[in-house]
């Protein structure tokens, strides 16, 4: 074999110049990494009545068990969704709010006693939660979530070493905008430590995700809203954690913007041609995106605040949202307040002081959609705000002192 030597043309007078920095910064590399087992997005209205049964078919799945609470198994989507399926579907409606790990071990009894080969999750984060945990269980062989090693906060995205058993189809069909379908962990509520748990997919579940406005049309107004909130809490997190990055920033913009104008759109539309562009506007905002840089602040306010609600009070993460975001932007206004000038430039919202600049729009937001955005609304105990505290400064250490974070959780009061 003849090896030849390659030799670096010289520089000529219209070579290009590649900068080695920008804004005064060494570049970096960007990576792109696909989340770990999402292997379709099913995307359309009648996308379940039309495509449902022949992606069960693609996971192989030939003895479903269908995981909802008992809101969706009394609601019109269920029926929709086994009329679907054209096959026979064992109904498992054990889920309840924030997961509770006996709802993952019941539900994994059933489908081992059952022999179901493969779940179908419908509802919100909760559902998708309960039926990712089951498919752990059912993939690794442990027999209770209390056997299974909790995940780390801040690594909860980083991929799994573990070699399960075998892997498990989960279809999801979502009917909120929690989007929990496109992580690949998920959290069970310990109801003796008053903690939400969260854990790995343990490399076991192949999920396939359906987003149809003809099933979301039936999600009553509140809770679409709250989680439109959430969604919109976790976008600005995203955004304002950022320093201005080419790839992910005009995909984010675009997304809220999508998202906030139709929410609050006067003009009619059908409902669930608008809860469609709903769907994909927020799936916009969850996608792996490559980061340019290590964000500038490690956690947000509102994301712990929203957990450790759940925690200790179960209230829902949509209304745990609705409360704390406008306190984050208060909270991280110091590192985050150009962003936010920036975002709400895009989004055409009237700018705040310099005390929370996107605040001002943010509230008027809030408004419009007619979400709770105090605890006194949702009758929370003061009595329990140490209790809140500790467990964001558990999932979050660098957010600030225990005496910061309190002052900061009353005005939320």
């Not at 520089?11 to 990576?31: F, K, M, Q």
């Not at 309840?96 to 994994?108: F, L, N, Q, S, Y």
């Not at 809490?233 to 201005?244: H, P, S, Y």
């Not at 290590?294 to 209304?319: D, Q």
Request: with cysteine; charged share 20%; aromatic share 4%.
């Amino acid at each position: 074999m003849r090896l030849v030597r390659l030799r670096r043309a010289p520089a000529t007078r219209n070579s290009p110049r590649y900068p080695r920095a920008v804004n005064g910064r060494s570049t970096s590399v960007s990576t792109f990494r696909v989340e770990r087992g999402l292997r379709a997005v099913v995307c359309g209205l009648g996308a379940v009545r039309d495509r449902l049964a022949s992606e069960v078919d693609a996971q192989h799945i030939r003895r479903p068990m269908i995981v909802c609470g008992a809101n969706v198994a009394g609601s019109p989507v269920l029926e929709i969704v086994r009329g679907a399926l054209d096959r026979d579907a064992l109904v498992y409606a054990g889920s309840r709010p924030h997961t509770p790990v006996e709802t993952v071990d019941d539900g994994a009894a059933l489908a081992r006693a059952s022999d179901a080969d493969g779940l179908i999750a419908v509802g919100g984060s909760s559902a998708v939660d309960c039926a990712k945990g089951i498919a752990v269980l059912l993939g690794t062989g442990v027999s209770n979530v209390a056997d299974l090693a909790p995940a780390t906060f801040g690594r909860l995205s980083e991929p799994s070493d573990a070699s399960p058993r075998r892997r498990v189809g989960v279809v999801m069909v979502t009917t909120t905008l929690s989007f929990a379908e496109f992580l690949p962990f998920w959290g069970a509520r310990h109801a003796d430590t008053a903690r939400k748990v969260p854990y790995s997919d343990s490399n076991c579940v192949d999920r396939t995700v359906f987003l149809d406005g003809e099933i979301a049309v039936h999600t009553p107004g509140s809770i679409w809203h709250e989680t439109a909130v959430k969604a919109l809490d976790d976008t600005i997190a995203a955004f304002c954690r950022g320093d201005g990055e080419p790839f992910s920033d005009p995909i984010l913009l675009s997304a809220l913007r999508g998202l906030t104008g139709s929410l609050s759109a006067a003009t009619p539309i059908d409902p669930a041609a608008r809860r469609q562009h709903e769907l994909i506007a927020t799936w916009m905002t969850k996608m792996a995106l490559p980061r340019l840089g290590a964000p500038r602040i490690g956690g947000w306010f509102s994301t712990a605040a929203r957990h450790a609600l759940g925690a200790v009070c179960e209230l829902a993460h949509g209304v745990g949202s609705c409360i704390a975001l406008p306190h984050a932007l208060r909270y991280h206004v110091d590192a985050t307040g150009k962003r936010q000038v920036e975002m709400a430039a895009a989004l055409g919202w009237p700018m705040g002081n310099t005390d929370a600049p996107l605040g001002l729009g943010l509230a008027e937001f809030l408004a419009e959609l007619a979400v709770p955005t105090r605890l006194r609304d949702v009758d929370f105990e003061i009595a329990g705000l140490d209790a809140i505290v500790d467990r964001m400064l558990d999932e979050s250490p660098d957010l600030g002192s225990h005496d910061q974070l309190r002052h900061a959780c009353e005005a939320m009061i």
